[in-house]
């Protein structure tokens, strides 16, 4: 089975809202947590990432922390804009071509 | 610098045919990795190469389905008599160095394969 399980979407949400995207991971040992945005038409882009327990990533906005104890890796931002309108990917990764994606999350904002 | 480059963007094949996907790594990089994405789903890993030689292949189906990533040009996704189920997005990343660096994906726009 998949081993990253994200919230299912699509999540709609008005401008200026707070998002919570979530998302858990199983496995063994201390993996590299990451999200990902693809906007449309677009590849993958990384959004931000944590590489041990407590670690908080951040960019544009957005935070996820590395919860080793709920196994999870939340993402959050406090106030949506509609260029944020994208398809969210929680990824972890033991190295880098061991990369597992959720099945994504659809976020679309409006005005 | 440009970034991973991937063509064509939209390929549309019949059921039998052969589809080629290409992508060329960013500058710099000889790491290089292809991925598939069904409708609605995540993406899923397919295999890993480095020039001339392939790494880990573990996510690439048994059969019809073959990649390279020779010393000069790029990297090759070759698929062979086509299925409607191969219908779905195929995307390339690139990294600089080795996996166990932790260095960053870098994905490519990927192409769109339909079966008709």
């Known amino acids: 089975g998949n081993s990253v399980t994200q919230m299912e979407g699509p999540v709609t949400l008005s401008e200026e809202a707070f998002l919570t995207i979530n998302c858990t991971y199983t496995?063994?040992?201390?993996?590299?947590l990451f999200w990902y945005v693809q906007y449309p038409g677009e590849g993958l882009q990384l959004l931000l990432k944590a590489t041990k327990a407590d670690d908080k990533g951040s960019n544009k906005g957005f935070e996820a922390t590395y919860r080793k104890e709920t196994t999870s890796f939340h993402l959050e931002k406090g106030s949506v804009q509609v260029s944020d309108s994208a398809v969210y990917f929680c990824a972890r990764s033991y190295n880098n071509n061991d990369m597992r994606f959720g099945a994504g999350t659809r976020l679309t904002v409006k005005p | 610098n440009a970034g991973v480059m991937q063509n064509p963007r939209h390929l549309v094949r019949r059921r039998g045919q052969e589809a080629r996907l290409r992508c060329s790594p960013m500058?710099?990089?000889?790491?290089v990795y292809w991925y598939r994405q069904l409708p609605e789903e995540g993406l899923k890993f397919m295999v890993y190469l480095q020039k001339e030689n392939i790494i880990d292949e573990s996510g690439m189906p048994k059969e019809r389905f073959s990649a390279e990533f020779p010393k000069e040009g790029p990297s090759i996704l070759r698929i062979q008599q086509v299925v409607r189920g191969d219908s779905a997005a195929y995307f390339c990343?690139?990294?600089?160095?080795?996996?166990?660096?932790?260095?960053?994906?870098?994905f490519g726009p990927g192409t769109r394969l339909t079966v008709l």
């Open positions: 990343a690139s990294s600089r160095r080795d996996p166990n660096s932790g260095d960053e994906q870098f």
């Open positions: 496995a063994t040992g201390y993996p590299s």
């Open positions: 500058k710099g990089h000889s790491h």
